[in-house]
């Protein structure tokens, strides 16, 4: 069994994986403290994460049936993410592996989000290599060729904000709650994708991406209708969310598609927390002859991914624990 530690943003997770990669323990434990201010506060997620941290670990090992006697090696996000969060979960992985005497594997989050795809689970048995994969989240949002367990290579990603900022900034202009994204899923729910029609970035060539203008036009849009009078935009807010919502999914489904052209992959898998959205998941259903869809806790932040990419990686040479520092931008030349 492997013991997983994941804190890059808000979310304090441990999990418990097995060699044969199957999740005995996913717990999550989501700051809700930063709803009130609208975005993560990084200061504020890692006291929490330190508070929450050793209860989570904890948690996860009751919930598998375990305690650390079990465990043969010890996995953490090492980054990209928020320093001091990271070191958290860092700091912790090395505290259990140096006193049980056990491997330290340090993790990419990006990889983790990938690795969604190698665990047994809701979407069946792991995905094996070689296939597509769309990771969108908060941070990132690109299309890669999978060809083996431990690596990626990007073929295109956004050229400003990820997939899920946008939907964050656009719940944020729709008076909608933080993390936007379900917030807005739900609300487009009652809506007309139809209704407006934002940009959908057909101007950036390859399969590369771009989410800043649709948010730019989101606020014109709702400047204008506040100006004309009346309930204003208000009264449009699920249409406004539907077919910003469309917008996203649109951009992201005719990437994905282009990649598997280009690639001549007939396999798709997908990642990261936007890969949670309903119509999204709907719409790439129908990509590629095998759709691998991860069930939507394994597609938001969480430990099991991470101790499913751990499955692939090598542990640190011991020598190397105590000086193993976190990394919090990307280091592929993404
Ligand atoms: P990164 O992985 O890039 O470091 P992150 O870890 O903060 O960023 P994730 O937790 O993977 O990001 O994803 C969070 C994002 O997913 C947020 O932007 C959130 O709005 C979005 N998201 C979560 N659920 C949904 C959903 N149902 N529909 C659309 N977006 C969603
Ligand atoms: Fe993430």
Redesign the pocket.
Known sequence: MILALET????TCAAVVTRDARVLANVISSQEVHDAYGGVVPEIASRHHLELMNLVVDDALARAGATLDDIEAVAVTRG??LTGALLVGLATAKAIAVARGLPLIPVD??QG?VAANFLHGDAGPPLEPPFVCLVA????SFVARVDDHHSFTVLGRTLDD?A??A??KG?RLLGLPF????H??RVAADGDPAAFAFPLAHGVPGLDMSFAGLKTSLLYTVRDLDAAGGAGAAARTADLAASY?QAVVDQLARRVERALEQTGLDRLAIG???A???P?RERLGTCASVVHVPA?AL???NAAMIGAAALHQPSADPADVPALDVYATDRRAL
């Open positions: 890059s943003c808000d979310d990209p993410g989050h990006l989000h989240s908060g941070g990132h990820a899920g900022e939907l964050d719940a993390p936007g994204g379900p807005i899923e919502q990261g927390g936007v949670a959205n309903g999204l939507r597609c938001t932040d």
